[in-house]
């Protein structure tokens, strides 16, 4: 579905520059956007790859156990109903550290197995379990200490000052982190 929305967007700027007789700069402004975004995403690969071979070291040194052991209040209150021992909660704890550094994007290996984790303790398959449900909430409301991947964005971008959005982004993730979880604990109990 976004993939034809996105299309019919790009059809329909690129008919209205034509049409309005800005062919050339209609032209230019596409070669100068496709430019822009591979240079983003070339200055955005170098910080995700070295956040998930951190990740991976970590899980392959037993840090995701520990972590997960750093973790066990929050997790359990959150969590309600895994066993303490599953590795869904190690991959929770991973998920949950890699968006408050801000990685969204390598998070998303690690909410992955815990879905997966998480499913084999589901008695029905097809309807989502609680834990699934508030995996769903966090990973979504995703509390950001340090937002790495905006300040990669603004620094690739000549920001002056990439850091200046760290006490705004951290405000208002906690904001509504604390009003997500707060909405699931609601709903978990109708």
Not at 32 to 58: K, P, R
Not at 130 to 141: D, E, F, K, Q
Not at 163 to 177: D, E, K, P, R
Request: with cysteine; net charge positive; aromatic share 6%.
């Amino acid at each position: 579905m976004m993939s034809y929305l996105f299309s019919a967007m790009l059809i329909i700027g690129c008919a209205i520059g034509v049409l309005s007789g800005h062919a050339a700069e209609t032209t230019q402004a596409a070669m100068d956007g496709a430019t822009q975004a591979i240079e983003l995403s070339f200055a955005m690969c170098g910080i995700y790859a070295l956040w998930m071979g951190i990740f991976e070291v970590a899980q392959e040194a037993g840090l995701v156990k520990k972590l997960s052991k750093g973790f066990a209040k929050p997790l359990r209150f959150l969590f309600r109903g895994v066993p303490a021992d599953s590795p869904a909660l190690g991959y929770i704890a991973l998920n949950l550290s890699a968006n408050m550094l801000g990685l969204g994007n390598a998070a998303t290996p690690s909410g992955i197995a815990a879905m997966r984790a998480l499913q084999e303790h589901n008695r029905d398959p097809k309807v989502a379990t609680r834990a699934m449900c508030m995996l769903l909430i966090v990973n979504s409301a995703s509390l950001q200490i340090i937002p790495t991947g905006v300040i990669a964005v603004r620094n690739a971008a000549g920001s002056q000052d990439p850091g200046a959005v760290l006490l705004t982004t951290l405000l208002s993730t906690l904001c509504a982190m604390s009003v997500a979880i707060a909405l699931g604990k609601i709903m978990e109990r109708t």
